[in-house]
């Protein structure tokens, strides 16, 4: 069974992905300012937001099965359903206990509408495109993430806290229907293995004798961008300017606030990530090894972590870009080589472990990353950023070789 064209996949299964994330990434925002209306203190905000990504731990793995068992769009529909009933529970009731288990609920939603809508896309990619379309679809993750908070605080100061997570809702739901409706059906009927054209890449099944520590390299190419970016660098960026100019600093003439350029700078790695990661997963199709195109777009994240030590203004932004332009390459390349790692009947499982490993190493990010500052110093945290990026870069730069010598040896197909 010929599987559909990518581009009938792909439009509804993205606009379903970003308008999922509105409620999530709108309560990111305003609930610390909005505690009365949640009904909450805000000590309860910490655990709030988190518990959401402390739930997928033990679930992305059960559900890349489940997937593999079970038609794809049926999944993906009640996880977008399952999202709208709690983003709806954000704005109809408040109080901890509602709120928690909306998170709960939330969590169990994006299990089912990440691991799922990346399988999908697996389904109808093959390694002459993989990266292109994963890259498309890493775009509306970061449409979704980064217009929540824009989109959430507008609707806020409009709306309130209730009206705002109504609307979100609202929009949730026609993602939904977009799916139910749209979504053509993607697992192949009765086959549990497919084979997959083999180009010159790191994709064809049963290519590498090595093939089990390329799994775990690509998963460790997710786990260390996860942990730097979404641990390290969120949890201090704010501290690390605090410290170099006070909670002022000037921008030419103006006088800023410090949270408001902390919001400026994390706003730029989700654009220039969202940037990132359809161009290097496009060429990455292009290249004679994925592995090798992963490893050079880590280099300017190790650069970048080295930049912002300086304390520079301009190294700053040149170094928070370097760092953007690893994230959103390797959050696309990590995904694109488990599927050519993989075969199509098993695409689930290894998107399962993969996220459980990246949901973890984002989990633990932050603490270890304040546990370290008093002891190393924001500076050491940074430089030990680079260095784990530089050595993801020389793991991934070694594949890549070891793939190029091994294409000279084989007969082209």
Known sequence: ??????????????????????????????????????????????????????????????????????????????????????????????????????????????????????????????????????????????????????????????????????????????????????????????????????????????????????????????????????GFLLATFALFLQQLFGNTMSIGETPVGTSTVTGIGLGLTTLVGAAAAPITGAFSDRAASRWSVAGWSLLPGAAGFLLMVSGSPLAIIAGLTGASIASGSSANLSTALIGDLGVRGQYGRRLGGLFTIGDLASAIGPPTAIWLQPRIGLEGVYMLAAVLFGGMAGLSLFWGIYHRRRSKTARPE
């Open 1 to 230: 069974m010929k599987p559909p064209d990518p581009r009938t996949v792909l439009l509804p299964v993205s606009i379903a992905t970003g308008l999922s994330l509105l409620g999530d990434t709108t309560l990111y925002t305003v609930l610390p300012t909005h505690t009365t209306e949640a009904g909450v203190t805000l000590a309860m905000v910490g655990l709030l937001l988190s518990a959401n990504r402390w739930i997928r731990l033990p679930l992305n793995g059960p559900a890349g099965l489940l997937l593999e068992k079970l038609p794809r769009k049926p999944i993906f529909v009640l996880a977008m359903f399952l999202g709208t009933i709690s983003t709806g529970l954000y704005a109809l009731d408040h109080g901890f206990a509602i709120l928690l288990a909306a998170r709960l609920l939330w969590g169990l939603s994006w299990v089912g509408i990440w691991v799922g809508g990346n399988t999908i896309v697996l389904d109808v990619t093959r390694g002459n495109d993989r990266g292109k379309w994963l890259g498309i679809y890493q775009i509306a993750f970061y449409a979704g993430a980064g217009g929540g908070s824009i989109i959430g605080g507008f609707l806020t100061d409009l709306l309130g806290y209730h009206g705002a997570m109504g609307v979100n809702a609202g929009l949730t739901l026609v993602g939904a229907f977009a799916a139910m409706v749209f979504l053509p059906e993607t697992r192949p009927a009765g086959v549990t293995v497919s084979p997959q054209p083999k180009v010159a890449l790191s994709n064809a099944p049963n290519q590498s004798a090595y093939q089990p520590a390329e799994f775990a390299s690509a998963i460790g190419l997710l786990a260390v961008n996860r942990l730097l970016m979404e």
